[in-house]
């Protein structure tokens, strides 16, 4: 059986293309250069409207990361994050990507415990945080037991398919547990060898660049990120052949 496709996307237009294309789902987020943060209401309300047109109510889940700078959260930003965990769900979403820590590295059962209590019937994805903790296969036993749907982690390397060692350590541990989806750096090239470790599922962003009207001084660079439908393509016919 093929492995999932889950494509992160920052706009309607993204959306639209992993749906055309045929992709499983979609990580909807905003400011993928940073590690991707929480996106705006709207582009919530317009990627489940343009999912529920397509018969694919499972299609979008959104990430709610308040901020950069790692994952370890105060009890103020650990309220912004219920929000947009509530309103996510409340919006139709289909679930939530999230993950908090510990000052000094370690799965924060007790916040991960309230945000998937706060999700409700969503699927919950943890994160990359995952990459952070100094034992994920015991991290990934506390996420089983606190309900969490599947992780995403490139294996703790930089690029997953530098993790493979990891990826199939996990897999192995967790096969009809807990889902494992490899994400970081993933190329089409890729697929094949991450596919070979047992994983559920691939993350990409399938970004390309696009050149918009000069923004001035205190708008930022004129080049933005866009879904490219040929490496969305070319990732759902690797992942079908993988297995």
Do not use: K, W
């Not at 987020?29 to 397509?54: D, E, N, Y």
């Amino acid at each position: 059986m093929a492995i999932a496709v889950e494509i992160a996307v920052q706009d309607v237009v993204g959306v639209r293309i992993a749906l055309a294309e045929g992709a499983h789902r979609v990580e909807l987020c905003s400011a993928l250069g940073m590690g991707g943060l929480t996106p705006s209401a709207a582009l919530i309300h317009g990627a489940v409207a343009l999912a529920r047109g397509s018969n694919r109510d499972q299609f979008v889940h959104v990430l709610v990361r308040p901020r950069g700078g790692g994952f370890a959260y105060d009890i103020h930003e650990l309220a912004t994050i219920l929000g947009d965990v509530r309103f996510a769900r409340e919006a139709g979403a289909a679930g939530v990507v999230i993950g908090a820590l510990t000052d000094d590295g370690r799965l924060d059962t007790d916040s991960v415990e309230r945000i998937v209590d706060e999700a409700g019937p969503l699927q919950v994805t943890f994160h990359r945080a995952m990459d952070v903790v100094a034992d994920p296969l015991a991290a990934a036993d506390e996420l089983v037991a606190l309900g969490v749907t599947r992780i995403l982690t490139s294996g703790g390397a930089p690029r997953s398919i530098d993790g493979v060692a990891r990826l199939r350590a996990l897999s192995a541990a967790f096969a009809g547990r807990l889902e494992v989806m490899a994400g970081g750096g993933v190329s089409v090239d890729d697929i094949p060898s991450l596919a070979a470790t047992g994983i559920d599922a691939v993350h990409l962003s399938a970004r390309d660049s696009a050149r918009g009207a000069p923004s001035g001084p205190g708008g930022g660079d004129a080049i933005y990120d866009i879904t490219d439908p040929a490496i969305v393509h070319d990732a759902l016919v690797m992942a079908a052949l993988a297995r």
